[in-house]
Each structure stands twice: as structure tokens, then as C-alpha cells.
């Protein structure tokens, strides 16, 4: 089965799932790696902070596992 990203997961679940989500999430301007949120805050939370629409970052994320 491939994974699925979802908006109410933590950076951190995401960038373990794949680190390459590294550089997706940088494509939108998310420093998320060495954030201290990152443990704690959801891709929406984040994506609301920075003025971004969650729906682009969860496609382009999801779009790492596509075949």
C-alpha cells in the first residue's frame, strides 16, 4: 500500500516517512527541518502560518510516492 501524507500530520511523521519530504517541503518555503514546531505542528498548522494552501503541499508531498 502507499503511504499518504495527510494534512494533520506533524512534520516531523512526514520527514520520517521520507526525508526527501526535505525538499518538497523547502519548494514552499518551510524550513521545517530544524524548526522546534516540527515535533508538534501539523502541515496544516504550518502551512496556515505561512499563508500557503495546505491542498498544493499534500500533493506535491504525496506526489514522492507516486509509481
Known amino acids: 500500500m502507499t503511504p499518504k501524507i495527510t ?3 506533524t512534520f516531523e511523521q512526514i520527514l520520517r516517512m521520507n ?3 526535505a525538499k518538497v ?3 514552499f518555503n518551510l ?3 530544524g524548526c522546534l514546531g ?4 501539523t502541515l496544516a498548522q ?5 499563508g500557503l494552501n495546505v491542498d498544493d503541499i ?3 508531498l504525496n506526489d514522492m510516492f507516486a509509481d
Do not use: F, S
Open 7 to 9: 494534512k494533520d500530520m
Open 19 to 21: 526525508p526527501e519530504a
Open 25 to 27: 517541503l523547502d519548494q
Open 31 to 33: 524550513g521545517c527541518v
Open 38 to 41: 516540527a515535533t508538534t505542528e
Open 46 to 50: 504550518g502551512a496556515r502560518a505561512h
Open 58 to 60: 499534500l500533493a506535491a
